[in-house]
């Protein structure tokens, strides 16, 4: 997963890049980019790692000069992308992940095209986008042309000496904003980094939408598809509690989650309710609206130096991150019985080892865990953060259950069967906890708001796209 931000202004934009870009911190760990256009093309990338944004850029802002500008914080690539074409110069951003990105590569390395950005045998995503618009007729074709030969999801923003392209991926997996403000426009994955900048939030993008962007209008290239796949986790963990998606506020989500919790967990006694900070805790407020037991704070994040535990790409950090982030208030877990909100789990590890073993050695007496999201049962086609079904406690489970792998897992997609009651009895004891409980596909669904065909659910029930692009022949 990735942000990105774009700004047309009709005076100096980088105050709005810089502050909008690092908006978008949360959407991404691993790298960090800007492109500004002024007197010329200026680009600036740097490595995350434990760093903050700004603290990167800090001096690199003090030389930036430029009207218009793109950036981005990403999980993968090393962007923005600088490419002088034919079309002309520009530089890219893009948000999503490309699942053909090898075989795309080798028929493009055999047509004579060459690359910068190279590793694990194909090109830097963001790369292989600009290539693919530098070889069109204009910059609009080459955007319908990925996303017409592109698996996966793609939304992107080119800077140009004119003005900034946007376009959102053709299945609407991933949201981008428009803003509007007194020195122009601004176009972002987030719409809370507008708020705090002077633009208000005009609309989202349709699926495949493209549209070209200056300090003083908006132009429509091409109008959107009408199809949309808006990835559901958006609303339920990765979204900032502030964003809106479809017009749909993240954080009124979460807490209508909780209370659908709630009212699945009728009799049970507690003594308090609590949400694994951050996206857990407005999980938690719904349920105790619904609930009547009294939401708490046995655990706080050490908010100022730790970020998300999810979106390092290796397990070490991950680890490390959970470990020291979240840190235990004995006096107010000691005797307790507490019911803690999770918004997913993914792997497991961080839930088990750094979470519920500190309600534990703090003295509490019951741990009833319930978790947001329906249980993870596929791994994410349109991002890196898991890549293979053995990563999933779920998947684990239902091995240990079968005494081996099995391809038909449909009866475990079931929450009322006994196979599904058999895989939750089997983690409920792994994560060492008196009671634990999943959100059902159903009542995320109606939480969010959205009619179930327009949500991206594929880590929950498999391949649950639709096939909205005939030139492809494939699901998005």
Wanted: a positive charge.
């Amino acid at each position: 997963m990735s942000g990105i931000f774009g700004v047309a202004s009709n005076n100096s934009c980088i105050e709005d890049l810089v502050y909008g870009t690092d908006y978008h911190t949360h959407m991404g760990s691993e790298y960090a980019g800007l492109a500004v256009y002024g007197k010329e093309f200026s680009r600036y990338i740097h490595r995350l790692s434990s760093a903050y944004f700004k603290t990167r850029f800090m001096e690199d802002i003090k030389n930036i000069e430029g009207s218009k500008g793109i950036g981005v914080i990403s999980d993968h690539d090393e962007q923005p992308i600088y490419i002088k074409s034919k079309l002309g110069p520009f530089c890219l951003v893009t948000n999503g992940r490309i699942d053909n990105v090898e075989e795309l590569t080798k028929e493009m390395l055999s047509n004579g095209t060459s690359f910068s950005e190279f590793s694990k045998n194909a090109a830097n995503m963001t790369e292989l986008c600009g290539k693919i618009i530098a070889q069109a007729s204009a910059v609009k074709e080459g955007i319908e042309k990925i996303h017409e030969t592109v698996r996966g999801a793609c939304s992107l923003l080119i800077l140009t000496k004119g003005g900034i392209f946007a376009a959102r991926d053709a299945c609407g997996r991933n949201t981008l904003v428009l803003g509007k403000g007194e020195k122009g426009f601004a176009v972002c994955s987030e719409s809370n980094s507008l708020l705090n900048l002077g633009y208000t939030p005009v609309r989202d993008l349709a699926p495949g939408e493209i549209v070209f962007i200056t300090d003083r209008s908006v132009e429509i290239l091409k109008k959107g598809n009408g199809k949309k796949k808006v990835c559901a986790f958006l609303w339920m963990y990765m979204g900032f509690p502030v964003s809106s998606y479809e017009g749909i506020n993240a954080e009124i989500v979460r807490e209508e989650s909780g209370k659908r919790i709630a009212m699945r967990d009728k009799g049970l006694v507690a003594d308090m309710v609590a949400g694994v900070p951050d996206s857990g805790i407005a999980h938690a407020i719904g349920y105790a609206m619904e609930s009547k037991i009294p939401l708490r704070r046995p655990l706080v994040k050490y908010t100022p130096t730790y970020g998300r535990s999810y979106t390092p790409t290796t397990q070490t950090i991950r680890d490390l991150t959970a470990r020291m982030k979240l840190i235990a208030i004995k006096e107010i877990i000691d005797g307790a019985s507490i019911v803690l909100l999770e918004d997913s789990i993914v792997r497991g590890t961080q839930l088990k080892k750094f979470t519920i073993d500190k309600f534990w050695q703090n003295g509490a007496r019951e741990v009833h865990v319930r978790v947001a999201s329906p249980p993870l049962m596929f791994p994410c086609i349109y991002t890196s953060a898991t890549r293979t079904t053995s990563e999933l406690i779920t998947r684990r489970a239902i091995r240990e259950i079968e005494g081996h792998d099995i391809e038909d897992i449909c009866q475990y997609l079931d929450h009322t069967s006994p196979k599904y009651a058999k895989m939750i009895e089997w983690m409920r004891e792994h994560f060492n906890v008196t009671s634990l409980k999943y959100q059902t596909v159903d009542d995320m669904v109606s939480a969010i708001g959205l009619p179930k065909d327009q949500l991206c659910l594929h880590c929950w029930v498999g391949k649950n796209c639709v096939k909205n692009c005939k030139k492809r022949k494939k699901e998005c």
